[in-house]
């Protein structure tokens, strides 16, 4: 089974510059999550999906932050400009929730991005 | 917002037992506590979960207290490969959420 596919690795940009990143999830997995992962932390919740509807969006920075999942699948999160503070992994997961509450999420291996 | 608490840091020898510790007095009944660890430069890779009782895989064994307010996850033979950012994380019921805290960093010296 292929996992969580995320793309690109690696991003440096310019602050106030704009940039994108792609999930591909797990097929047949409902549920995909967003999450920033800052050096030295643990990851952040940023958005949370449920086929292509937003389940949890409180901590996306909305200003700049903005993220879709067109027909339930893949998903794009954006970020527009970019700051300083916006260096991170950026993590995608996901989770079949298929309504048993034994399954569990699976993480794709992040974008790591550099704002300079 | 994250519901436990760890310790930062632990050090284990290789072979011996790792014992990792985790708070979450404000557990609701019906959360279950996940464990998740994250070697550097990858993904956080599922260990193993819970409800009330003890529970073990192949990878790890988990401990959850009685009153569910903390757990302990066991790494039977921690190996150099087990060094890795450690975290507990309870899982939000209602909405399917993962809430990540700081996590421990466990070194296991050779």
């Known amino acids: 089974e292929a996992g969580v596919a995320q793309s690109p690795r690696y991003k440096i940009i310019e602050k106030r510059q704009s940039v994108a990143f792609w999930c591909n999830p797990i097929s047949g997995h409902a549920t995909l999550y967003w999450y920033q992962q800052i050096l030295g932390q643990g990851p952040k919740l940023l958005i949370q999906?449920?086929?292509?509807?937003?389940?949890?969006d409180s901590q996306l920075p909305k200003d700049r932050f903005s993220a879709e999942r067109l027909k339930g699948v893949d998903s794009t999160l954006k970020i527009q400009p970019a700051k300083l503070e916006d260096s991170a992994v950026y993590l995608c997961?996901?989770?079949?929730?298929?309504?048993?509450?034994?399954?569990?999420?699976?993480f794709g291996p992040g974008t790591r991005l550099l704002v300079l | 917002d994250a519901k436990t608490t760890q310790p930062t840091s632990m050090d284990c020898a290789e072979g011996r037992a790792a014992n990792l510790p985790c708070n979450h007095s404000t557990i609701s009944g019906n959360e279950y506590v996940y464990w998740y660890r994250q070697i550097h430069s990858q993904g956080p890779q599922y260990i193993i979960h819970?409800?009330?009782n003890n529970e073990t895989n192949e990878m790890a064994s988990l401990i959850i207290t009685e009153d569910r307010k903390s757990s302990t996850l066991i790494l039977p033979h921690a190996t150099l490969r087990d060094t890795a950012v450690y975290y507990c994380?309870?899982?939000?019921?209602?909405?399917?959420?993962?809430?990540f805290g700081t996590g421990t960093s466990l070194t296991v010296i050779p």
């Open positions: 999906f449920q086929n292509n509807g937003v389940v949890d």
């Open positions: 819970g409800l009330k």
């Open positions: 994380i309870v899982r939000v019921a209602a909405g399917n959420q993962f809430y």
């Open positions: 997961a996901s989770h079949p929730w298929t309504g048993v509450y034994q399954e569990t999420q699976y």
